[in-house]
C-alpha cells in the first residue's frame, strides 16, 4: 500500500450505498472537502455513471451488489473501494487524526483494524487540539523565512531548530502542550477547524 493525500475537491466520486455506514462515509467526504460528489443511495448507478467518476465507493450493500458495481467500475478504469469488502478494494481509507492543517494517518493494510485504531486513539492523546494553531504558528514562521530569501535547505533548518528550541516533540510536551510557547492558557480559545478523529475499516 502506498499513502497518499487526496484532494477530493478535484476529483469526481460516486458514492453508492445504503444505511448507517453509507451516511457515515457521505459525512467523511464532505467533511474532507469532497465536492464532485455523485451520490446514490436509492436507486444503484448506471454503468455510464460509473464510468464518468474516478473513484467509486460502496458502503452498507450486500456483497453480490458490490462485487458487480466494482467489476463495472474496474472495467473502465474506475479506483475501488466497497467497505468491509477488501478483496473488491483497490485502496484502503486509514485510520487518522486531523488537527487544522496537521493530518497523522495510521494503516495496517488491512491486518489489523483494531489496532490501527488503537494507534490512532493513542496518537490523538499526544497531539491534541492545539496542535491545529501550532502548524498554523510554524506556516506563518516559514512563510516568514521565505520571504527574507531564506532557501529551502536553509528554511528546514530553521524550522528544525524552532521545534527543537520549543519542545514542541518532546514527550511531555507532545502529551501536554507544556512548552511555554504553547501552554493551552496561552492559546487562543477559538475551537480549532477541522479537528477530527476517524477510524476506517476499509
Known sequence: ????SLDLSRIRIALVGSG???????KQLHDMGATQLSVHDDVLPEAYEIKQASILMVAGLDYETSAVLASIAKLQG???????????CDFHFNS????????????TAGASPALSQEIRSYIARRFG?????IVSAVRKKRLSWKEQGLDNGEVADRTRKYIKDTGLLDDEAALHATSAEYHPAKLPCAPVPNSRVYDNIT
Not at 78 to 88: F, I
Open 96 to 107: 487518522f487524526i486531523k488537527r487544522g492543517d496537521l493530518t497523522i494517518a495510521v494503516s
Open 20 to 26: 448507517e455506514a453509507f451516511a457515515r462515509r457521505l
Open 129 to 133: 487540539e492545539e496542535w491545529g494553531q
Open 78 to 88: 474506475v479506483l475501488v473501494n466497497a467497505e468491509d469488502m477488501p478483496d473488491l
Open 1 to 4: 500500500m502506498y499513502p497518499v
